[in-house]
């Protein structure tokens, strides 16, 4: 098979800064910023917005996104699952810029950072942040490593839903209001959602060499088709999830009556994303192999922009 990497790619220098750019997938760390931008912002309409922990909270998400991503890319070398045929952008363990022990080092120096901001959040919301943080970076082990890798075994699309969404936004606003409020609840689901849809484009354009090594991911499972009703479903139950939300806004309770009076509006900001959201769904639909590459990079712009303006309309709706 002819080698379509982008020149920029393939000269890359092996062990340079480059390679080490590559492994950490910058383009994925909107997913762990997203969410913290969110929790704050929902501390902030609670009155108890922190800079400091708000800070700590969005440094160890990015280290252990990096350090997650790391991880998926030796462990999935290891595995089998990067053939030279692979679709997706190049993998640095598989293209050898970097060697397997280089890269654990990596994940343990990146997991390390979050730990030291995880040492400073236990400090100022306790000992449950412990159990968050431990949980966060075992899980990003566990996606593709370990007896039981997550991602092999289905069950990638719930770990991002849980990790991507509730845990990063509600911990974020727990570390700084030392509670959980029902809107952080309710924000996460859209986050979550959206993160998830971009782990689904990922699985479509992999899903024939994934099922040649035995990594049965949830395409896999699935097929095409009703993969993507999945991202489609995905979409649609995000931009859903803001009318609740909306009624939630600036409250310290809920109530069924909430839904139809006293709602904020702005936080229905994010469906000004709505026409780029279904233009992707139709990527989806129409889109085969590397070309899906653009629809995934689609996806985390859908999550950066549906995200930056929902934390803007919450900001908004502390004003009201």
């Not at 912002?41 to 922990?53: Q, Y």
């Not at 990063?168 to 924000?187: D, K, M, N, R, S």
């Not at 859209?190 to 992999?206: C, E, K, S």
């Not at 803001?242 to 509006?265: I, N």
């Amino acid at each position: 098979m002819t080698d379509e990497r982008p020149p920029a790619e393939v000269a890359i220098e092996p062990g340079s800064a480059r390679a080490w750019v590559l492994a950490a997938r910058l383009k994925t760390l909107p997913a762990a910023l997203v969410p913290v931008a969110v929790g704050s912002a929902c501390a902030l309409i609670h009155e108890g917005f922190r800079w400091g922990p708000a800070v700590a909270a969005g440094g160890g998400a990015l280290w252990i996104q990096v350090g997650t991503n790391l991880a998926n890319d030796v462990f999935d070398h290891e595995r089998g699952a990067d053939s030279p045929g692979r679709l997706g952008p190049l993998r640095a363990v598989a293209a050898g810029l970097l060697t397997p022990s280089q890269t654990k080092r990596g994940m343990v120096t990146a997991f390390g950072l979050a730990t030291l901001c995880g040492l400073y959040l236990v400090s100022v919301a306790g000992w449950p942040v412990l159990a968050i943080g431990v949980a966060s970076i075992l899980a990003g082990i566990g996606y593709t490593g370990g007896p039981f890798p997550l991602a092999y075994n289905g069950l990638g699309d719930l770990f991002v839903l849980l990790f991507f969404g509730f845990v990063a936004v509600c911990g974020t606003a727990f570390v700084q209001l030392q509670t959980v409020p029902t809107l952080a609840v309710w924000a996460s689901l859209p986050v979550g959602l959206l993160a998830t849809a971009m782990l689904v484009v990922n699985n479509i354009r992999d899903a024939e060499g994934d099922a040649m090594v035995g990594k049965k991911t949830l395409a896999v499972r699935l097929g095409r088709q009703l993969s993507e009703v999945q991202y489609s479903g995905l979409l649609v139950l995000a931009y859903l999830g803001l009318w609740p939300l909306g009624s939630v806004a600036g409250r310290s309770g809920w109530s069924p009556a909430d839904l139809v009076a006293g709602s904020s509006r702005w936080v229905l900001l994010p469906v000004l994303t709505l026409p780029y959201a279904i233009r992707l769904v139709a990527e989806v639909r129409q889109r085969e192999g590397a070309t899906l590459n653009e629809t995934l990079s689609g996806t985390a712009r859908l999550l950066l922009l549906f995200g930056g303006l929902l934390a803007l309309g919450l900001v908004l709706s502390a004003t009201q």
